[in-house]
């Protein structure tokens, strides 16, 4: 079992920044695709971005969210980060740190929610207009 652990959402203006961080711990964080998607209510989990623990897949960012979001991730303390510059309104969302346990692209996973092996709680990012 992989436990994840989300922090750094919430209230910023639009244009503003905020940075999301998921720790993982639990099972041997090695060989996963881990990111974020993002919920709004009566809307399907969408896949934000992911990065692979290897670096054996490409970087994975959803189109609406390519050149103002970045995920990077520590190994050393197990963290994945997601930095989100020029944030919108329509950025508002809950965001769930996910992870899938993969050798595959990270699109792969985080363009299909359904087979997502592990989920965070969730942090919430509200951006005003």
């Known amino acids: 079992q992989v436990r994840l652990v989300e922090s750094g959402g919430g209230s910023v203006q639009a244009g503003g920044s905020l940075r999301l961080s998921c720790t993982a711990s639990g099972e041997t964080y090695s060989t996963y695709c881990i990111g974020w998607f993002r919920q709004t209510p009566g809307n399907e989990r969408e896949g934000v971005a992911a990065?692979?623990?290897?670096?054996?897949?490409?970087?994975y960012y959803t189109d609406s969210v390519k050149g103002r979001f970045t995920v990077s991730q520590d190994n050393t303390q197990n963290t994945v980060y997601l930095h989100m510059d020029s944030l919108k309104p329509e950025d508002s969302a809950m965001y769930y740190c996910?992870?899938?346990?993969?050798?595959?692209?990270?699109?792969?996973?985080?363009?299909?929610?359904?087979?997502?092996?592990?989920w965070g709680k969730g942090t919430l990012v509200t951006i005003s207009s």
């Open positions: 996910a992870a899938a346990a993969t050798t595959s692209t990270c699109r792969s996973y985080f363009t299909r929610p359904s087979i997502i092996d592990y």
């Open positions: 990065i692979h623990t290897t670096a054996r897949s490409p970087t």
